[in-house]
């Protein structure tokens, strides 16, 4: 009772206000031709009543007076009309008695429409109406240059995308490196239509791409956000992309204020940053109008600031970021200062502790695939087509293959279980690796950490990490075997595993091998013998007569002798005791021995995942490709002792599994009777035979 009441005192106050307004205006306009009090004075000639001058001055006056009026009647229209709608929607608001409140984003230039557009929200049942249409494409460019700038820009894709509801337009300005890495992230990714514009005229400048971004980026973008490759996004990017329509006037550029002291100079004695307005802005986040930036002529304006401060300065200390905030000391009517959350800065220095934000109306996009029920092997199947997320290099990686053409690389695969062996491979093999790692996005992270603190590891920048994002229920061993023999960018390589240590100086030794068997101009695989210890501590043979002299004492075994005889039989172990030269052997089934070859040569077939037949089915199709296999008398390798991997435990446990693997061991040699005709015949009768 008591709401209607105020209702009915609201609607006679404004009814009244209503009504009063003509009376005011008339008060207002006769009023205005006195003067303290008094009739306001006109000239002498003005004065006479009947003189043509004034005459002219009240048929002025009058007309005047006529458009004052006619619009004080237009806005009392106007108001009455609100009056109406505001009495209509009365019931409405004093059935449910609710409070609405609007947030205000804190920024300059805009505060009077701000404020207008609260209290037009406040009267209405709709809520806000967003300022970014639904289908508006919004614009963002990324400078990303490097290994761990390209690791970065992860994240930070990530995070956009999660929280995105609009299409999305990046415009990546990498170096080579880093198109590399990510054109490959991208295809992976199944990220749309990705392409790739050469651009040479700024290589070399990518601390100060930003600056340039107005001649680098299409010339047809009129606005674009830019972002740092280590900033995360918690809430959608389009709420970013809508405050471009508050910028006014001039404003041309979007920043938040630095959040640390820096350009203050008071961190240290004797600090003495560039030039900046009060704190400065960081240049992390930057929402840039591009086409005004060039109607301006940017690029003049930011050199002519850069060379007169660099006279003085010399360097800069912060890249693009002090030539930023130079240039918005002489012009700071540029700038557009957007609320400090766009930018919370964690820095040494940073003073951003008011600035988190809740994030709230998070969407979650699912993809649902449709699976075949009745094929039992079904999930076996679909990995062979799955598209697995990959980023390659993800750790620094710098080497220059040798001049003379011998160069060799180790390529292995592995999972989180496996990184213990990365230090010992690197202690005994000092030529270029290639790695490929199948983890999850927290077991990148944890890889990272660990890296990072092994000085093995950081000691040695030819070694090349390529993270395979998990995907499916199987290990896809023979997918990671083709991403690390991809990259190689040395003639040859070792196709090895991860569990196995290699002799000390077989890196040299292959290399003088690949010359001794011509490898450059035939087709041959130069087999390395595999052995075995069941000790986790061992005695590492630094010769071949130690390895004999332990392989009598039962220290060492041939690999696999009591479990898998056919695997490695072929190599022919009583031979290469003696032997001193190298020797041919010919293939046999389930043959599975670990090769040099050229660098051209087939790749895994990708339908054999988990445990069995992965490296068979690839030495099966060398054969095919008639390559002739040659045991090295000198070279041997070691597989160390460790836990069971959890896909030779279901090859053991699951009957299914065994089954599914056996299908796909007789859909490959089907395939491979179509590929090689009467040849493959002999391996469908070594298969019926063993």
């Given amino acids: 009772m008591l709401g209607i009441c105020r209702g009915r005192r609201k609607f006679l106050a404004a009814s009244l206000t209503v009504l009063c307004i003509p009376a005011i205006t008339w008060l207002y306009l006769f009023a205005g031709s006195f003067e303290d009090g008094k009739p306001v004075s006109l000239s002498p000639l003005e004065s006479q009543p009947h003189s043509p001058r004034y ?11 006529e458009v004052r009026v006619r619009e004080v009647e237009e806005e009392n229209r106007a108001l009455r009309r609100q009056l109406s709608l505001a009495q209509g929607r009365a019931p409405a608001h004093r059935r449910g008695n609710h409070n609405k409140t609007y947030s205000m984003e804190e920024g300059t230039g805009d505060s009077e429409n701000l404020r207008a557009g609260i209290v037009a929200g406040n009267s209405s049942e709709c809520g806000q109406q967003p300022v970014v ?18 690791r970065d820009v992860v994240t930070l894709v990530k995070s956009v995308l999660f929280h995105r509801r609009n299409p999305l337009h990046f415009h990546l300005i990498a170096d080579s490196i880093a198109e590399q890495i990510l054109a490959t992230l991208f295809q992976t990714w199944i990220v749309s239509e990705v392409s790739w514009i050469p651009n040479k005229h700024y290589s070399g400048i990518y601390g100060l791409m930003k600056l340039v971004l107005t001649k680098t980026l299409p010339a047809n973008l009129e606005r674009v956000i830019v972002l740092d490759t280590d900033i995360t996004f918690a809430t959608d990017i389009a709420e970013l992309w809508a405050v471009f329509h508050k910028f006014k006037g001039q404003q041309v550029l979007g920043l938040v204020e630095n959040q640390s002291d820096w350009y203050l100079g008071n961190l240290w004695k004797n600090h003495r940053p560039w030039p900046a307005l009060g704190r400065g802005y960081n240049t992390g986040v ?14 003049q304006m930011w050199r002519l600031t850069a060379e007169r401060e660099l006279m003085g300065m ?17 012009n700071p009517f540029l700038v557009y200062q957007l609320p400090c959350f766009w930018n919370v800065q964690l820095s040494d220095h940073t003073r951003s502790e008011q600035c988190y934000r809740d994030v709230s109306d998070l969407k979650l996009q699912k993809q649902l695939s449709e699976l075949d029920e009745d094929d039992l092997c079904y999930e076996f199947r679909r990995e062979r087509f799955t598209v697995h997320r990959t980023h390659l290099y993800f750790l620094h990686y710098e080497y220059e293959p040798a001049s003379d053409n011998t160069d060799v690389t180790l390529v292995a695969q592995l999972s989180m279980d496996r990184l213990q062996m990365l230090e010992a491979i690197c202690k005994h093999w000092e030529g270029p690796i290639s790695l490929a790692l199948y983890l999850s996005d927290a077991e990148a992270q944890q890889f990272l950490r660990y890296a990072q603190g092994s000085e093995v590891l950081m000691s040695r920048h030819n070694v090349a990490y390529h993270i395979v994002y998990k995907e499916g229920q199987f290990y896809p061993v023979n997918l990671l075997r083709n991403v690390a023999m991809k990259h190689v960018g040395t003639p040859y390589m070792f196709l090895s595993d991860i569990d196995f240590l290699p002799m000390y100086g077989l890196y040299e030794y292959l290399r003088k091998s690949v010359i001794q068997l011509d490898l450059a101009s035939t087709k041959k695989a130069m087999i390395v013998p595999a052995f075995e210890t069941l000790r986790y501590r061992l005695s590492f043979p630094k010769s071949k007569a130690e390895l004999l002299s332990m392989l009598d004492m039962g220290t060492l075994f041939t690999f696999r002798y009591h479990v898998w005889t056919k695997g490695h039989a072929p190599t022919n172990f009583a031979k290469w005791r003696t032997a001193t030269t190298p020797y ?18 087939p790749e895994y077939d990708r339908r054999f995942v988990g445990f069995g037949w992965n490296k068979v089915a690839h030495i099966m199709e060398l054969d095919a490709q008639e390559y002739e296999f040659i045991v090295l008398p000198n070279a041997y390798m070691i597989h160390m002792p460790h836990a069971p991997s959890f896909d030779i435990t279901k090859f053991r446990s699951n009957k299914q599994y065994r089954i599914c693997l056996k299908t796909l061991k007789e859909e490959f040699q089907q395939d491979m009777s179509r590929r090689y005709g009467f040849a493959a015949l002999k391996y469908l009768t070594a298969e019926n035979n063993s």
């Fill in 55 to 65: 005459a002219a001055a009240g048929q002025r006056e009058r007309e005047s007076l």
């Fill in 133 to 150: 249409e639904k289908c508006e494409t919004i614009h963002v460019a990324i400078v990303c240059a490097g290994y761990n700038a390209s």
């Fill in 286 to 299: 930057i929402l840039l109008l591009l086409d005004k930036l060039r109607k301006m002529k940017w690029e």
């Fill in 314 to 330: 010399l360097s800069t200390s912060l890249a693009d970021q002090d030539i930023f905030n130079a240039v918005i000391k002489q």
């Fill in 584 to 601: 041919r052997v010919e293939w046999e089934a389930d043959f599975e021995p670990y090769v040099v070859v050229r660098r051209d040569c």
